[in-house]
Nanobody, 113 residues
Framework: QVQLQESGGGLVQAGGSLRLSCAAS????????WGWFRQAPGKERELVSA????????VYADSVKGRFTMSRDNVKNELYLQMNSLKPEDTAVYYC??????WGQGTQVTVSS
């Protein structure tokens, strides 16, 4: 059974950067789709970034395009989200997702103004 564990969240000032990591345990087929989602207080969970039809086809929410980059290390079996030029509106719990149905427990990102 695949389990996901996020890390790397924290408190950062606006304009700063954070790198989230998601370590996957268990067998993860190459056909898995991968993604990052986030949920702010009082809001629904939303897509941040995800692979679309292939690992090389990554989509991003309009609100993070040009600032966030998702990548994957298949050897380490880890997923990353590099977040630059952070804004207060990026504050949320960030979740790693695999195969559209497997979720991590989330990591809090707080951006102060």
């Amino acid at each position: 059974q695949v389990q996901l564990q996020e890390s790397g969240g924290g408190l950062v000032q606006a304009g700063g950067s954070l790198r989230l990591s998601c370590a996957a345990s268990g067998r993860t087929p190459s056909t898995y789709a991968w993604g990052w989602f986030r949920q702010a207080p009082g809001k629904e969970r939303e897509l941040v970034s995800a692979t679309h039809r292939s690992p090389h086809d990554t989509v991003y929410a309009d609100s993070v395009k040009g600032r966030f980059t998702m990548s994957r290390d298949n050897v380490k079996n880890e997923l990353y989200l590099q977040m630059n030029s952070l804004k207060p509106e990026d504050t949320a719990v960030y979740y790693c997702n695999a195969a559209r149905i497997i979720w991590g427990q989330g990591t809090q990102v707080t951006v102060s103004s």
